[in-house]
Structure formats: structure tokens, C-alpha cells
């Protein structure tokens, strides 16, 4: 058997066009569309590369070579690879005929730092009172989604959320794909697999999620919802499992609960719509929804409650925090606030009986607005 710091030092020999990038830990992600044509994010834009693999054939070896690395297979009947590089950099291919030109591949690369929320508000991705809001929401066990698109920092901000769980807590992560680095000390982390080249062996998240259940969670932390496993996270938040967090790809608070149905929709439970409703807006308390600015930036958007669910109306939403846009400097900055809209949480309540209070600047707004 091959040792494994030899197997690895051979694969990143296969890697060596692109391994500077893999080095560069200012780079977010790498895309290589075919061996000639690769791009890197930094900062939320994209540069193209000079750098290219000698030739369509190098490009696949490495790809194949990886492929054996992480004990997958792929060929023409299974053209899609999900596997991870030796440093935890999170690797989707698609190989030829579903990639006509080539081997497509896009390399996500997580931060080797802890990030914080002290991190995010220098970089002012929301204020300190909004911050402060959401410890007390995570600490009063709310349930809450992070929602945004694809590369807007979504799990950055659930790795910040789960450091105001509380210390003695045991917290169960599931996912797909590891990526999340939970700051606390009792943490269980589930990890699903994919069949293997005879279709055996398969561990879903939903396996996961029901295995979780009789592993005495204090809190749930789905990495994404992808499909029917958002029922079994809706049922767990509405029995008794408060202070669930997950992500979800959506771009506005609304699409958030859409897409949670649609998804519970893929499960084989047939329930009546109107009560899959009723559990959404009853489960969900708190929707974060981040965003990658036009000038690369990465900021929470709003947060967001679940106030109910109206025949007539659909799902009745109330904005905490939303973000207001003044333009852009001479440098192409995306000029903006981050500001309390004056609602009162319906969680208030909830969290003066865990010891916290509503920020002082959110009181005013509440104050003026009233």
C-alpha cells in the first residue's frame, strides 16, 4: 500500500501548474475550465492565470490520480468527481462527454485562520449591535439559516455563529463534504459518502440526520441543505431540538422559505402543503442572509424573522437589520449601512430569559419607529 505522504507529495506533482495558487492563501478559489484556460479568486474578483497544463491528457491524469486519492472513480457513466486535496481544499470535476471541452474544475480553498466575528467586523460585513443580536439569538437557541449564493460566505458566517454555542454543549455537524471548523470543544462531526463504482455503500445526509437524533445533540449543525433533508431538519427544529443552524442557497430572505419547501418536497413524506408550510414558518426563527458585493466584498444583507404563514399572503417575514446602499467611491467601492429597521423581535422575550438584551442602537430605532 502506498503511504500516504507519498501519495499525496504524487498528486501534487500532477498539481504543480496550479500549485501556487494552492499556496496562496489570499486565493479563495481556483477554476480551471480545460488545461489552458484557469482562473483564481482573490477578494471576491476574478483574475485569469497565465498558468496551464501541458495538455488535456496532464489535466486529467491529475484529476484521475485524485480520484484514486480520495478511493472514487469516475469514467464516462460517472463523469462527476466531488473529492478534497490533502490540505482540505474542496475539489468538484467534471470530466468529458458532460464536459465537452475538457475537464472542468473548481478548487474551493478555506482559510487555514480561525475566522471571528471580530474578523468580520473589521471587515464590516455587519456593526457590533447586530452582532450582539445575533449571540443572544444563538445562545437563546433560535433556529437559523444562512442563506446566499455561491461564494458569499455562507459557511464563514455559520463558523462565526457556532462560537456563541455554549462551552458545555454537544454539538453534531452533518455534512457532505467537510468543511465547517466549529469553535467549540464537544463538537461530533458526520460525514455522508457517495456509492462506490458498483452503487454500494452510499451514506446520506439523511442517514446521517436520523442517526443524529439518538446521538443526544444539544445542537444540530447541517452543513447545506441540498434536498428532502430539509424535512427531517424542519421536524427536528419544531420537536424539541432548538438552536439548529444550517445554510441554504438563496438570494433574498423570501427565497429562503421557497426553497426550504421545495426541498422538503423531495422527500418521500407526503405532506399536505399547507402543513409543511405551517412547519416552516413555525421552525425557522432567524434568516442571515449574506452577499458578495459588485466590488467583491462580502457582507450581511439582513436578518431576517419568520413571523407566520397566511393562506393569502404567503410566508409573513419581518426585517431586523437590512442593508442600505449609498453608491460607490472613485475606487468602485460599494458604499453602504447596516441599520436597525425599528421592528421589535418577537424573540425578545425569549432572550431576556437567557440573560440577554436588545442592542441600545436597535432599541432607538425601535423607539423612533414607534
Do not use: W
Request: hydrophobic residues 40%; charged residues 25%.
Amino acid at each position: 500500500m502506498i503511504p500516504k505522504e507519498v501519495f499525496e507529495q504524487t498528486l501534487m506533482s500532477f498539481l504543480a501548474p496550479i500549485k501556487p495558487f494552492l499556496d496562496d492563501a489570499s486565493v479563495s478559489e481556483v477554476m480551471i475550465n480545460g488545461p489552458f484556460d484557469i482562473y483564481v479568486e482573490k477578494k471576491g474578483r476574478l483574475y485569469k492565470t497565465d498558468a496551464k497544463f501541458d495538455s488535456h491528457y496532464a489535466l486529467a491524469a491529475a484529476l484521475r490520480n485524485l480520484a484514486q486519492y480520495v478511493g472514487r472513480h469516475v469514467d464516462a457513466e460517472r463523469p462527476i468527481l466531488e473529492a478534497r486535496l490533502p490540505d482540505g481544499s474542496r475539489v468538484e470535476a467534471v470530466f468529458p462527454p458532460a464536459s465537452p471541452d475538457g475537464p472542468s474544475v473548481a478548487i474551493r480553498r478555506f482559510s487555514k485562520e480561525t475566522l471571528t466575528i471580530e474578523t468580520l467586523l473589521n471587515f464590516g460585513s455587519m456593526t457590533p449591535d447586530a452582532a450582539d443580536l445575533l449571540r443572544g439569538m444563538v445562545g437563546s437557541k433560535q433556529n437559523i439559516i444562512v442563506a446566499g449564493g455561491t461564494g458569499s460566505g455562507k459557511t464563514s458566517m455559520l463558523n462565526v455563529l457556532s462560537s456563541f454555542i455554549g462551552l458545555e454543549e454537544r454539538v453534531v455537524i452533518i455534512e457532505d463534504s467537510r468543511e465547517l471548523q466549529l469553535q467549540r470543544p464537544h463538537v461530533v462531526q458526520l460525514e455522508g459518502r457517495p456509492p462506490d463504482a458498483r452503487n454500494r455503500g452510499a451514506v446520506t445526509i439523511r442517514d446521517l440526520f436520523k442517526a443524529t437524533l439518538r446521538m443526544r445533540p444539544d445542537r444540530i449543525v447541517v452543513g447545506e441543505i441540498r434536498s428532502g433533508e430539509a424535512l427531517e431538519l424542519i421536524q427536528a427544529m419544531t420537536s424539541g431540538h432548538g438552536g439548529c443552524l444550517s445554510t441554504v442557497h438563496a438570494t433574498y430572505p423570501i427565497d429562503t422559505c421557497n426553497r426550504l419547501e421545495t426541498m422538503a418536497l423531495m422527500s418521500d413524506v407526503g405532506l399536505p402543503l399547507f402543513a409543511l408550510r405551517a412547519q416552516i414558518s413555525s421552525a425557522i426563527d432567524l434568516i442571515v442572509q449574506v452577499s458578495r458585493l459588485q466590488d467583491g466584498s462580502r457582507c450581511v444583507t439582513h436578518i431576517t424573522e419568520t413571523v407566520g404563514y397566511h393562506p393569502e399572503g404567503g410566508y409573513q417575514l419581518r426585517d431586523l437589520y437590512v442593508r442600505e446602499y449609498d453608491g460607490k467611491d472613485a475606487k468602485g467601492k460599494v458604499l453602504s449601512r447596516f441599520v436597525p429597521t425599528g421592528n421589535l423581535p418577537k424573540a425578545t422575550e425569549i432572550l431576556r430569559e437567557h440573560g440577554y438584551e436588545l442592542p441600545e442602537r436597535m432599541l432607538k430605532a425601535i423607539a423612533a419607529k414607534a
